[in-house]
């Protein structure tokens, strides 16, 4: 059958009040910005369509106005299901006046929901978020007094206690990739990532639901080799081609990189410079973690410049940098193209790569950390009166086998320097980030003891490591005065057993 070609305004019309929609992209990748900015038009000249519920894994925006940004208008939404929130502020700004719904579940755990609804399961059941705030008798993922409904439940299988996450049905998919056929066979070869698009795809269809999909070019029919279809056109209700280029950048910071989307070796790619003396400071001695032969996963912010890093010290020979968005080897790129890497060995469907890390094949894992108690619990989900969300940040520090914190000791101002190896505090931070009680708990310290887990903090001037009885004190930077600089700037006193 041949496909349904048509506008992004005539796909918008296809949404339903009421309606359930899923997203696809990570940061600023594969995000169909032409069919969300319709959608917000539509809404703002029509007041149409109103209170549909918005799910979605990766975060998806800039920060300001594209992505899930014009999804964030009172009266359009009802209710939101996602994987991180931070990229999208007028989305959260809804939340914190509790006008929408809102509910933070872990990235990969969506990801693997849309699988579960595709195949008709009550839902997705996983050891993911177990005591954390998305466990339901710590709240259930809940963001707000005007969420009430419980959408993950406590089984216990086996003497063995698990999260079910329950399924719903999808009324619509908004999908991005690269290339249709007049069948609606879809194709991702200019896209950094196909995230989980076949996952959506598949669960909207078998909710009796419209997948339309964004597409930048259509293709003469038989010219691609059948494996390198993403979606089948059996799957696609209406192709959508893009007619406004700035729809369709690669990533919300590069119109078009290619190295995102060939192999190479990584020695050819230049090495980019450490801007951030306290960045480079912390990425160093976390570098220092990582064993030949490792699996690595890299979050956002600091731990990109451990690529950085081992790119300059020629350490990528004999490790493997990974995204949770798909890409196994190369470089990760950051900021808005976060979710890329530059001369990748492979790019897998997000979801299969969560598979991967939820089983364990992580070797060690290097995130931020927003906050920190003296149990080792961990906060980088909801604070200040901001919700940040997790992504998949729970995932990915609840399954590694070694996971490394990185941050600095302070926040709102710090400043150091580093002369001839000693550490001088030009300016501490106006805020403590090691506090007496972590406002969420996005990492529980005792689950992961109880996991065996080896588990690591790295800041500019100190380095603690979880034990049984909760923050041990093991490193301080030569320098720094033990009193004045670190027991002077954290709400409670850590052990302290210096190596």
């Keep these: 059958m041949k496909a349904n070609f048509i506008t992004a305004d005539e796909a918008v019309l296809l949404v339903k009040d009421g309606d359930t929609i899923a997203t696809g992209g990570f940061v600023g990748c594969a995000h169909p910005e032409l069919l969300s900015a319709s959608l917000e038009k539509r809404f703002l000249n029509e007041g149409s369509p109103k209170n549909i519920t918005l799910t979605y894994a990766a975060g998806q925006g800039d920060g300001k106005n594209r992505g899930l940004n014009h999804f964030g208008h009172e009266g359009l939404l009802k209710r939101v299901v996602g994987g991180h929130w931070n990229l999208a502020p007028a989305m959260g700004r809804l939340a914190m006046e509790n006008k929408i719904e809102a509910y933070n579940f872990p990235q990969g755990v969506i990801c693997q929901l849309f699988r579960e609804i595709a195949a008709g ?29 419980d959408l993950v439940s406590l089984q216990t299988i086996e003497g063995k206690q698990w999260l079910l996450y329950k399924s719903f049905p999808i009324d619509v998919a908004f999908i991005r990739a690269t ?44 010219s691609r080799d059948p494996k390198s279809i ?90 493997t940098l990974t995204i949770e968005s798909g890409p196994i080897g190369g470089i990760p790129a950051g900021g808005l193209s976060f979710g890329a890497s530059s001369y990748p060995h492979a790019i897998i469907d997000q979801p299969y790569m969560f598979d991967y890390y ?90 992961s003891c109880q996991n065996k887990q080896e588990v690591l903090y790295v800041t500019e001037r100190a380095v603690f490591e979880l034990t049984e009885d909760g923050l041990v004190l093991i490193e301080v930077a030569s320098g720094i005065d033990i009193e004045k600089d670190i027991l002077a700037q954290m709400a409670f006193k850590p052990k302290i057993n210096l190596k």
């Design 179 to 222: 290339s249709s056929d007049s069948f609606g066979n879809i194709s991702f070869e200019n896209e950094v990532i196909s995230g989980e698009a076949l996952s959506i795809a598949q669960a909207t269809k078998n909710s009796g639901g419209t997948v339309i999909v964004q597409v930048e070019s259509i293709v003469p029919d038989y």
């Design 230 to 319: 993403g979606i089948p056109g059996i799957l696609t209700d209406a192709i959508v081609v893009n007619t406004d280029k700035k729809c369709h950048d690669q990533t919300f910071a590069e119109e078009f990189n290619r190295n995102y989307v060939i192999q190479g070796d990584v020695k050819e790619l230049p090495i980019p410079e450490v801007t951030s003396n306290i960045r480079g400071i912390i990425a160093k001695r976390a570098l220092e973690e990582i064993l030949p032969g490792s699996v690595v996963n890299l979050g956002i912010g600091i731990p990109e410049v451990i690529a950085t890093i081992a790119r300059q010290t020629n350490r990528l020979d004999d490790i």
């Design 121 to 149: 399961s009550p839902g997705r059941l996983t050891h993911i978020g177990l005591q954390t705030f998305v466990d339901p008798r710590m709240g259930g993922g809940k963001l707000n007094a005007k969420t009430t409904e």
């Design 358 to 447: 939820d089983g364990g094949g992580l070797d060690i894992a290097f995130l931020g950390m927003a906050e920190c108690d003296s149990k080792g619990n961990v906060n980088v989900s909801k604070f200040n009166g901001r919700i940040a969300g997790i992504g998949g940040f729970m995932n990915i520090t609840q399954t590694a086998k070694k996971v490394v914190f990185t941050g600095t000791f302070t926040a709102g101002g710090l400043e150091v320097e580093e002369k001839d190896g000693q550490l001088t505090i030009v300016k501490e931070g106006a805020f403590q980030k090691f506090v007496s009680d972590v406002e969420h708990i996005t990492f529980s310290g005792p689950y």
